[in-house]
């Protein structure tokens, strides 16, 4: 490679995102754009049902950073390079030993965001079930992250959930009232939180950031005075705008995780009035299209879910059917959706169970989990043509 990442950087600007991912593109080892599916288990992972190695994010240059759990039942943040390589490791003060990984949200270390130079955002959990979050550097020094306001008590606490790449962190807090909050961090550590109009505040109720792209807007999720959830996308200017899918009208839940890309192309998921998962997909000017992901099932809690998007448009996620069964799936910018099982997953009757994407970059790198006929959870990366 000879494009330094770093070198980009300082030549683009806050509204020339497209500076950053022609150069991180440049940047990208030659070999990513060969057809090709890896699976991998992180170093020491527990090969017991329901723990192993779990993934959550990925980056232009293809590292991906996750969650395993070791053979003691003990979470650790990983970040695996794209040539294989595992870097382990704990948030100080963080409990490593709640049993099982990040997607039971018991604990442990859960890194599940990267951006373009390798900076990791997520969140950990202490020994009275109090989160935090954290930015570990492509150095390894963490930065602890709690907002002033945020709870003490468990299961309340700050939550880093998205970084771009100039280091602006997007995030959410739960106070005392058990009440969320949106919180943005500058790189230099200075932190402004904010609140949806729409937000109730009672208990599991208020605004959850969960995505912020390279122009400093979010998306994320608001919970209303009902326990409706919707949409909202909020700009640097401190805008806020709230919506709601067509379809999640009449829902129990409403809209589920919102996510952005550098074009302000917002993707998700959505709770019909069967609590059906549904797809969608929502550009700049505010227009919806919702879909269903094929041999989607019907049932409560069956469907489609969208957990990322890239530049491009491309959103991953899995579909569930009526078995009970999950695949992975990725649907192109032109509507076109393809549904694959990884090699040797699950195929018993189960729930949520089989194969599942959870991250894809702008090269259109694929990121995911799969679960064994033991329960046991590995990784997989896919590299397109």
């Known amino acids: 490679m000879h494009t330094n990442p770093m070198e980009c950087q300082i030549i683009g600007t806050s509204t020339s995102f497209s500076v950053l991912v022609l150069c991180a593109a440049l940047a990208m080892p030659t070999q990513a754009f060969a057809q090709q599916l890896i699976t991998f288990i992180a170093p020491g992972s527990s090969s017991g049902a329901l723990q192993g190695t779990a993934v959550w994010g990925i980056n232009l240059q293809g590292t991906i950073v996750g969650d395993v759990t070791d053979n003691s039942g003990a979470t650790h943040g990983y970040v695996r390079t794209f040539d294989g390589k595992f870097s382990e490791f704990d948030v100080p003060g963080a409990n490593p030993d709640p049993g099982y990984g990040c997607e039971y949200v018991t604990g442990g270390t859960c890194p599940f965001a990267i951006n373009d130079f390798g900076v990791v955002a997520g969140w950990d959990q202490d020994t009275n079930n109090v989160y935090h979050g954290f930015l570990r550097t492509a150095y390894g020094q963490i930065v602890m992250i709690d907002v002033s306001g945020a709870g003490t008590s468990a299961y309340q606490g700050t939550s880093s959930n998205s970084i771009n790449d100039w280091g602006t962190v997007a995030g959410y807090y739960v106070d005392s009232n058990n009440t969320g909050h949106g919180f943005l961090r500058s790189p230099d550590g200075q932190i402004k939180t904010f609140d949806d109009s729409e937000a109730g505040t009672g208990a599991y109720q208020g605004t959850y950031a969960n995505s912020i792209n390279n122009l400093g807007v979010i998306a994320g999720t608001v ?59 929502r550009t700049p000017d505010g227009r919806i299209t919702d879909y269903n992901v094929p041999d989607s099932g019907t049932g409560a809690f069956e469907g489609s879910w969208v957990n990322a998007l890239n530049v491009e448009g491309t959103a991953v996620g899995y579909v569930e059917d009526t078995n009970d069964l999950s695949h992975s799936f990725v649907r192109k910018p032109d509507g076109h959706i393809d549904v694959f099982e990884i090699p040797g997953q699950l195929q018993s009757l189960g729930d949520s169970y089989g194969s599942g994407s959870f991250a894809i970059n702008a090269a259109g790198v694929i990121a995911g989990r799969w679960y064994d006929p033991s329960y046991a959870i590995h990784g997989w990366l896919l590299i397109p043509k």
């Not at 005075?225 to 409403?254: L, W």
């Open 223 to 281: 919970t209303d005075s009902q326990g409706f959830s919707h949409g909202f996308v909020r700009t640097p200017d401190g805008n806020i705008a709230t919506f709601t899918p067509p379809g999640s009208v009449g829902s129990t839940y409403g809209t589920g995780v919102a996510l952005i890309n550098d074009l302000g192309v917002i993707a998700g998921y959505y709770f019909d009035a069967n609590n059906v998962g549904r797809g969608y997909q």
